[in-house]
Structures are given as C-alpha cells and as structure tokens.
C-alpha cells in the first residue's frame, strides 16, 4: 500500500502544479476556474483506493475528497497526518512525514492556491505523467559524445545556470577545441536553455538560477534557496538583455528540469572534488559517462560516489526504488551515497534511505561532512607512512 499510496500522492502533486501553471501563464488574462484532468483523475483515484482499503465512514462511504474545493481545503493544505483518512484504523501507511509536509498554501479567502516545495517534488518523481522530459533529452545528447566531452558538457552545465554573450563564446570556442561541432554546441544550447520567463525578478544567491514572482510567492529552483538568501534577500537584480549583442547581461537560464537534476546536485559533486588534496588522491567527474558520479582514488582503494539531493527522504527511497543505484559498479569499487548536510533536517533520513539500498552491493550511506571526515582520514593516514 505504501508504495501505490506515494505514487498517488505523486499524481495529485503533478495535477496541483500543472494547474498553478497555467494559471501563472494566463494571469494578466480574464481566467475563470476549470478542471485540470490529472488533478481531477487523482482525486478519483483517491476515492477509489479508500474504497478498496475499506477506508470507509458510517454510511460506507471512501473517506476521501468529495469533489476538488474539498481536497484542497480539507486535505491538501494541511499535513498529510491530518487528513481524514488517517484516523482510520485500516489506513496504514508509514510516511514519516514532517507537519510542514503538506501540498498547498491556500490564500485570497481560499479560493486559490500556490504549491509547496514538497509539492513540486513529488510532482517531479510522478512516473505517470511527468518523466523529466528535457532533463532526459539533454542526457541523451551529452551520452552521444566523447567522455571527456561529457564531462565538459556537464561541468558547464553546472557552473553556468545563466549564460550571456561571454559564456556563449567561450563554450563555443572550447567546445571546438575538443572536437564538438558548432551545430552541435549551439543545438545543445538550445537544448539545455531557455529565455527568462517574464516574471524573472533577479538571480538567486543561492544557486545562482533565477528567482520569479508567481501572483504573491518569490520562487527559485529549491526550497532551500529562500532559506539560504533570507527570503531572496540576498539577490542580485538582473539587467536583462533581450539578445546575445548585450555582453554584460545573461540572456538565457537552464530550463528547470536541467537546473533541478543536473546543475544542483553537479554543485554538491563538484564540491566534493575540490574538497580532495590532489596530493593524496585522484578525482574523476562523472567516470564512463556517469556510472556514478566521481571516481576518487585514494589511499589503495576505489571510492565509487553519487550525491543524491532529495528534500524529503522517502522521495530518494522512492526514487531508488524505481531506477536503481550503482547499476554499473565495478568489482573493486566501493559505493558511497553521499546526502547533503542541509538535507538532514528530518531525523532518520539515512535510516529511511537505507531500506531501498539494495543488500549485495554493500553501499555505505552517509552525510557530506561525514564523507568529508573519512577523507580527511585517508590522508591523514598516506601522510603518516
């Protein structure tokens, strides 16, 4: 039941977003209320899993949202514990999740809504409807080179969520330096970026991508961003150019897939390279285009890490559980799955991650600064022979 019950709430947290979408886009038009089909489909497939759980009232009905005005009030704004299924005995899934774990922020008197960060994660894990589109197609083109034109590809993707003249320049002359072609590059541009969307208001001093206004809400790429900048006090206004002839203002931003699952997590790796004394070990980004995500050699051994970045830890069980991990590890390679430190908030995340690890592969799961630690050691202990 676990399992399907996440799925669902994956299905209803896509429709929510997809919905708040389209409204932002039509909101300097007369927009009146509609249905959007895979919020309703969810909804209906709430009920009917209730049903099936036997999840029922006094007149044997589904405990579950009447109608959309009912699940936005009575269940989606508020933490998932306090939705009324769960008091029934029959309703058993463990979700460990936190009081601030819920879908929506009602405002203007209730009658409309803006999604949470814990929202759009789940939309973003919904395998029935959103499969990370352009994120895969970038993938797709970066596998189709050299590696270590992957590499190149990905590192610039990484450093540069915003990209003006300059940038454009030198990744096309790099670019042709290790043998990519100029259609090529300039595809793969297009690929990875987009134009700002209207509702751009400055650049993040977070993680560099762009912070919008939706209606009442600044907004970046993470949750995180808000936190760390002070509620985006800490922005930096942007002069933006409307074309590549203004060299001191960005043009174009990774579009939000590519931020999301390459460019954020690519911070943490590429962090973890620099913290490495290159005296006492030897780093690879990303080896045979991206088995995992760095090679660190270092004191006779072969670490094999990925950095996996997940808001709430049974979204990374989940995530494991669909795609794997380390499915392509090499006998004498030992895995490591590194958390970030300011993805620890929740209490037993590891444990909770742990339980999609799969056995035979001995991972060892661990915080940033205890991996940063056991590093530390490994040189330690190369300099005392």
């Not at 009917?48 to 579950?64: C, G, H, Q, R, V």
Request: overall charge negative.
């Amino acid at each position: 039941m676990e399992r399907t019950f996440y799925e669902l709430l994956t299905e209803i947290a896509y429709g929510l977003v997809v919905k708040e979408e389209t409204y932002n886009k039509n909101r300097d038009n007369e927009f009146g209320y509609f249905q959007q089909p895979e919020l309703i489909s969810a909804i209906q497939k709430f009920a009917l899993m209730m049903l099936k759980m036997n999840i029922l009232d006094e007149k044997s009905i589904p405990i579950a949202p009447k109608n959309e005005t009912d699940a936005l009030l009575n269940y989606f704004s508020l933490p998932l514990e306090e939705w009324p299924p769960t008091a029934n005995e029959n309703f058993y899934f463990h979700y460990g999740f936190d009081a601030e774990d819920f879908l929506v922020y009602m405002y203007k008197d209730n009658t409309m809504f803006y999604t949470t960060d814990w929202c759009r994660e789940l939309a973003d894990e919904c395998k029935k409807y959103n499969q990370n589109t352009m994120q895969n197609m970038v993938f797709q083109e970066m596998f189709n080179t050299e590696p270590h034109q992957y590499v190149f590809l990905r590192k610039f993707i990484v450093e540069n969520p915003l990209i003006g003249l300059k940038e454009n320049r030198d990744f096309l002359k790099m670019g042709k330096d290790i043998g990519l072609d100029n259609t090529f590059l300039k595809n793969f541009i297009d690929l990875a970026y987009e134009p700002f969307s209207s509702n751009v208001i400055g650049q993040c001093g977070y993680c560099g991508w762009t912070v919008t206004k939706d209606r009442i809400k600044l907004r970046c790429i993470d949750y995180r961003c808000s936190g760390e900048t002070d509620g985006f006090l800490k922005m930096t206004k942007l002069a933006i150019a409307n074309d590549f002839e203004d060299a001191k203002a960005p043009v174009l931003r990774l579009n939000a897939g590519v931020m999301k699952y390459i460019c954020l997590p690519g911070k943490d790796e590429l962090a973890i390279q620099k913290f490495c004394d290159p005296e006492h070990s030897k780093t690879e980004l990303w080896p045979d285009k991206d088995r995992y995500d760095l090679k660190i050699e270092i004191a006779g051994e072969i670490l094999a890490v990925d950095v996996k970045s997940f808001r709430h830890p049974y979204s990374l069980k989940y995530n494991i559980e669909q795609k794997g991990i380390f499915n392509k590890l090499y006998p004498n390679e030992k895995p490591f799955l590194i958390i970030p430190n300011d993805r620890l908030r929740k209490n037993g995340y590891i444990d909770i991650v742990k339980q999609a690890l799969p056995v035979s592969k001995e991972i060892t799961c661990i915080s940033m600064k205890e991996f940063e630690h056991m590093i530390k050691r490994k040189e330690a202990k190369k300099d005392d022979r």
